[in-house]
């Protein structure tokens, strides 16, 4: 199955329980997966890109990175709706439990993030940084 938007915003849907559409809507995900794949983007040495997303035509994503930034968006939503409902009383811990879960799938995300900027080094045909010439 192709990885386009449509599919992204399923696949976030289903990571975050809400597959009847009932807290999330495309928008809010649309953002968080943006979210994902820029800080993915940031490491990476290629463009990338959703199909369909900011009128992307084709998908442009490396093997695995569909789930990175299915994880990192799912950690971007849950995110924004805590914001959203910071100031909204309620006597049970549910916004800091969501609070918590957002922030320990975002520390995950960003560790996984750090593994392929590290296999983007290794990898790399030239080395990441400039070299000085010798001084003799």
Same mark, same amino acid.
């Given at each position: 199955?192709?990885?386009?938007?449509? &599919? @992204?915003?399923?696949? %976030? /849907?289903?990571?975050?329980? #809400?597959? =009847?559409?009932?807290?999330?809507?495309?928008?809010?995900?649309?953002?968080?997966?943006?979210?994902?794949?820029?800080?993915?983007?940031?490491?990476?040495?290629?463009?990338?890109?959703?199909?369909?997303?900011?009128?992307?035509?084709?998908?442009?994503?490396?093997?695995?990175?569909?789930?990175?930034?299915?994880?990192? &968006? @799912?950690?971007?939503? %849950? /995110?924004?709706?805590?914001? #959203?409902? =910071?100031?909204?009383?309620?006597?049970?811990?549910?916004?800091?439990?969501?609070?918590?879960?957002?922030?320990?799938?975002?520390?995950?995300?960003?560790?996984?993030?750090?593994?392929?900027?590290?296999?983007?080094?290794?990898?790399?045909?030239?080395?990441?940084?400039?070299?000085?010439?010798?001084?003799?």
């Amino acid at each position: 199955m192709a990885f386009d938007i449509l &599919a @992204a915003r399923g696949r %976030v /849907e289903a990571y975050l329980m #809400d597959a =009847a559409r009932l807290v999330w809507d495309d928008d809010v995900l649309d953002e968080a997966i943006r979210q994902a794949l820029r800080d993915v983007q940031a490491i990476w040495g290629t463009k990338l890109g959703i199909e369909g997303l900011d009128g992307e035509l084709v998908t442009s994503l490396d093997a695995g990175m569909a789930d990175l930034i299915v994880r990192g &968006a @799912a950690s971007y939503a %849950v /995110e924004m709706r805590t914001v #959203d409902r =910071a100031d909204v009383f309620e006597l049970s811990q549910t916004g800091l439990e969501l609070a918590g879960w957002a922030a320990q799938q975002k520390k995950n995300f960003w560790d996984d993030v750090e593994k392929l900027r590290l296999k983007q080094i290794q990898t790399s045909a030239s080395a990441p940084y400039f070299t000085l010439p010798d001084p003799d």
